[in-house]
């Protein structure tokens, strides 16, 4: 456990995932990842208990009618905050719209990472303050925006990387392949980690990939990968801060499982069956972390309740804050379609400001 | 106009060390056009270089050095083959100071060789300006003159919105006096149009490749009695409409010409818009003259699809019928 220095990254992942922790929670010996520190595991295994709660809040503030849509990452935990909380400071994330959880990990308010799903504004939060670029909706087009990003990065001499996050389909569209191709050439320091949840919407992984993994796509591109449990946040943590630390591009497979359906509008009882679903929640990765940390003596009792009260509040701040009701200010509509608005917006800002007079 | 092209280039990144210019075979190369010519050997590699082949991935990853903090400048070889890139265009870099709540601009130029004129096989010809034209967030900017496209290509690198950069292909060769140079680019203003020619009777609105059309027309139809005004557009989006608008109120009638297939195109809205605003003014209808409604021809046949200055002409005639008016404007 004393080793510092991170493995070799080689092209071809491993034939079995890299993990930590076994899903009983006891360590693997001989895994080739350095453990995080005992002090960044209590603080993952904290962040996860918020991230879901904060989850399962927006689930039922959907059910209310306060959000059109809450793509939930229940299941996902690890890696949505293990990728998090391995980035330093100065790096930036690229997420999508499932990853909400990352993105209040990262530091977004509540209100900031649900604006776009409660409708007020398509983003919530100022992508400079958090270093976290907008949630992306069309597919796998984020990716593009981690390479150009960390490539001007290195142009400028900054020692910055971006963490790409998407998912298993995603990996099917042009701008993922264009996107690995590029951070290949230019050998910028770009992670990309697909969180392989087994499904896209309704398609299973066995009609979106032919490939033994989709971590061996890095392979054609040039591009280090690398196969980990995606349940077992330490496991997600040690490769994602050992990709930033390598400087150059990783491709990252993380194998997890999405417990909810793809939104609250998709009913997932359609393409998968429930025998499925509860063996996934045998292998929940909060209980994981939970059961490793007990073992060792790092969480009692005492510091289970305090970490269940402090997501209890999380929950409550965020219910406040989004049961608040929203009213968007129409003038905005013109507002930053360009630097300076030209003259037919204008004409147009003061048509509809005299509708509503 | 390449030479002014590759000029305004060369004094941007001179200007501005956050501009980059990169793109498919623009650097040793220079572009199939030879628009960056010598651009990469003087600022080296790191600033002027080429990209795997992947449009997507240019204009994909230009948003996110934009996003950093850099001025991409990049190219597509011809305009049928930015198409990869056009959810990036139209999804992300027209969108993201919106989404962001003007938090995040995105100053990337798209320079692509647009239109027909030059014998290229199918997809070398496309004028694609309607698609971006369409879209808020993007400012479409296209040159009629050498010296107007290093005004314009200076003013574009300048800009904090994304600029589709539209060079008419068909006149990379022509040649003109390039007036303006350094920094500050004096001239009509980035929104602009330009009144080209003065005239009394009917205004010719074109833009890129169809300007010099339009003066050349203007040329034949005075010898044929008919004063004929020719406005430049220049930014198809933003519309000057305060410069066609005065145009069409002075001379009574218009005519759009342009390149691209008439239906669902530019001009309808350039139509549109002179009608609207203009309509007590006209004595006739405003006419398009434009290419067909069919896929861009093989080049054999390009001159039948190509607006002409006869084809300009007979438009001009056919908004004559009120011919006392005109004659009596004439006389
Ligand atoms: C380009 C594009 N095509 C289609 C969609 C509609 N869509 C939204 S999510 C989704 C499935 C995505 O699956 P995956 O990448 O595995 O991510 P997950 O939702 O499982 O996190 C689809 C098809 C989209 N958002 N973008």
């Known amino acids: 456990m004393a080793r510092t220095r991170a493995p070799e990254l080689t092209l071809l992942p491993s034939e079995e995932p890299l993990s930590l922790l076994r899903e009983d929670g006891s360590p693997v010996e001989d895994s080739p990842l350095a453990m995080p520190d005992d002090d960044v595991l209590v603080e993952l295994h904290r962040r996860m208990v918020i991230g879901r709660r904060f989850d399962t809040q927006a689930t039922a503030l959907t059910r209310q009618g306060r959000l059109a849509v809450y793509p939930s990452s229940r299941g996902q935990e690890a890696c949505e905050v293990g990728a998090v909380l391995a980035l330093r400071e100065q790096d930036w994330l690229f997420p999508t719209y499932r990853d909400s959880v990352a993105l209040v990990t990262r530091g977004v308010s509540p209100l900031g990472t649900l604006t776009l799903l409660q409708g007020g504004w398509h983003l919530g939060y100022d992508p400079y303050e958090h270093r976290v670029g907008p949630q992306c909706t069309p597919l796998a087009t984020n990716t593009l925006h981690a390479v150009g990003f960390a490539h001007a990065a290195r142009v400028k001499g900054e020692d910055t990387a971006a963490l790409v996050m998407l998912g298993d389909g995603a990996t099917s569209e042009g701008d993922t392949h264009e996107a690995l191709n590029f951070a290949g050439v230019w050998r910028a320091p770009v992670v990309f980690l697909v969180q392989n949840n087994g499904y896209a919407i309704s398609v299973p992984m066995s009609k979106q990939n032919a490939a033994p993994s989709l971590a061996h796509k890095g392979i054609g591109y040039g591009v280090p990968s690398v196969l980990v449990d995606g349940n077992d946040v330490a496991a997600v943590h040690a490769v994602v801060r050992d990709a930033v630390a390598s400087g150059g591009p990783v491709l990252i497979e993380a194998l997890t499982y999405r417990i909810e359906a793809h939104t609250n509008a998709d009913d997932a009882s359609r393409y998968r069956d429930s025998a499925e679903v509860a063996a996934w929640l045998a292998r929940d990765p909060v209980d994981r972390i939970e059961a490793y940390l007990t073992s060792r003596g790092l969480l009692d009792t005492a510091r289970r309740e305090a970490v269940a009260a402090e997501a209890e509040e999380f929950a409550a701040h965020t219910r406040a804050v989004m049961n608040a009701d929203v009213e968007p200010d129409p003038a905005e509509l013109f507002e930053h379609v360009y630097a300076t608005t030209p003259a037919h917006l204008r004409e147009q800002a003061a048509a509809l400001r005299e509708e509503l007079a | ?331």
């Open chain 2, 1 to 331: 106009m390449a030479g002014a092209l590759n000029k305004a280039l060369a004094d941007a990144l001179e200007a501005d060390p956050g501009v980059l210019v990169f793109g498919e075979d623009v650097g040793a190369l220079g572009g199939v056009f030879r628009v960056t010519d010598g651009l990469a050997a003087r600022f080296g590699d790191a600033r002027v270089f080429d990209t795997p082949l992947a449009e997507s991935g240019i204009v994909g990853t230009a948003i996110g050095m934009a996003m950093n903090g850099l001025r991409p400048v990049v190219e597509m070889q011809f305009d049928a083959f930015a198409y990869p890139a056009f959810e990036q265009i139209t999804s992300h870099l027209a969108k993201m100071r919106n989404r962001t709540r003007g938090r995040v601009g995105l100053p990337v130029v798209i320079r692509v060789p647009y239109g027909g004129g030059i014998g290229g096989v199918e997809h070398h010809c496309d004028s694609s300006e309607a698609y971006y034209t369409h879209t808020p967030g993007l400012r479409v900017v296209t040159p009629g003159t050498p010296d107007d496209a290093y005004r314009l290509l200076r003013d574009a690198i300048d800009c904090p919105d994304p600029v589709i950069f539209l060079e008419p292909k068909r006149r990379y060769w022509a040649k003109g006096e390039v007036t303006s140079s350094g920094s500050a680019s004096p001239g009509p203003g980035f929104d602009r149009a330009l009144v080209r020619r003065a005239g009394r009777d009917v205004t010719l609105i074109a833009y890129g490749p169809m300007v010099a059309t339009a003066l050349e027309t203007a040329e034949a139809a005075a010898e044929e009695g008919w004063d004929v005004e020719v406005v430049d557009l220049r930014s198809l989006a933003p519309f000057d409409d305060e410069t066609v608008c005065a145009s069409v109120r002075r001379t009574g009638r218009a005519v759009v010409v342009h390149e691209a297939s008439g239906f669902g195109g530019y001009g309808a809205e350039v139509v549109a818009r002179v009608t609207e605003r203009c309509f007590h003014h006209l004595h006739a209808p405003v006419l398009r003259v434009t290419g067909f409604d069919t896929p861009y021809p093989p080049p054999k046949l390009e001159e039948h699809h190509l607006p002409s200055v006869d084809r300009v002409l007979d438009a001009i005639a056919r908004l004559q019928w009120d011919d006392e008016v005109v004659g009596s404007a004439r006389a």
